[in-house]
Structure formats: C-alpha cells, structure tokens
Nanobody
C-alpha cells in the first residue's frame, strides 16, 4: 500500500503563489509517475501536471508557465509550485502515483491518491 498526504493549500488572492506538498510512504517505487489533479465544485477531477521517473514533466494548458511539478526522493515528497494563481485555479488538489509509462493525463491511469488539499483564489 502507498499513502499520499497533500498539504500546503490555503486561501490567497489572485497573483499570489502557493507550494503544495505530497508526502508519500509505504511500498513506493522510484519508477512511479507522479501526478497532480484538481477538482472544483461541481466539476470532474482534471489533470494538472505529471512527473515521470526520468524527470519528464507535462502540464495542462491551463497551468503551463505558471505551475511547476518537482520531486525530492530523499524527502519522499512531490511538490507543485503554483505561481500567478487565478480564481479559476480554485479547487481541491490531489496528488497521485501510477505506472511509470501508462499513467499520464488520465485520472483512471493512477493507482494511488491522497485526500486532497483545498486551494482558494479570490479575485
């Protein structure tokens, strides 16, 4: 089993920044693909970013240039740096772990999920 715990969410104004953390434990693999997703009220959970074991990253169009995903294996933590936040970024943010090659932008391709952390951005 793999446990993921998100933290770092909060309420900010448009243009400000937050850094989310995802601490992982259990039977983790260094070869996982790590992902961040978000879900706004009344909306489906949508892809935000992923990080592969080879350090490749990919971002949703809505966050490209503003968000950065990274990992620190020594600290067992995945990060999502969010800059220039907009009200449209308001959502619960979830981290996830999945197959090194299969997991990507599709929610169902990830095996493990955290409980989420709330990000609220006011205009």
């Amino acid at each position: 089993q793999v446990q993921l715990v998100e933290s770092g969410g909060g309420s900010v104004q448009a243009g400000e920044s937050l850094r989310l953390s995802c601490a992982y434990s259990g039977r983790t693999s260094r070869n996982y693909t790590w992902g961040w997703f978000r879900q706004a009220p009344g909306q489906e959970r949508e892809f935000v970013a992923y990080l592969r074991a080879n350090a490749d990253t990919f971002y949703a169009d809505a966050v490209t240039g503003r968000f950065t995903i990274s990992g620190d294996n020594a600290r067992n933590t995945i990060y999502l740096q969010m800059n220039s936040l907009e009200p449209e970024d308001t959502a619960v943010y979830y981290c996830a772990a999945g197959s090194p090659t299969f997991a990507g932008i599709v929610r169902e391709s990830y095996m493990y999920w955290g409980q989420g952390t709330q990000v609220s951005v006011s205009a």
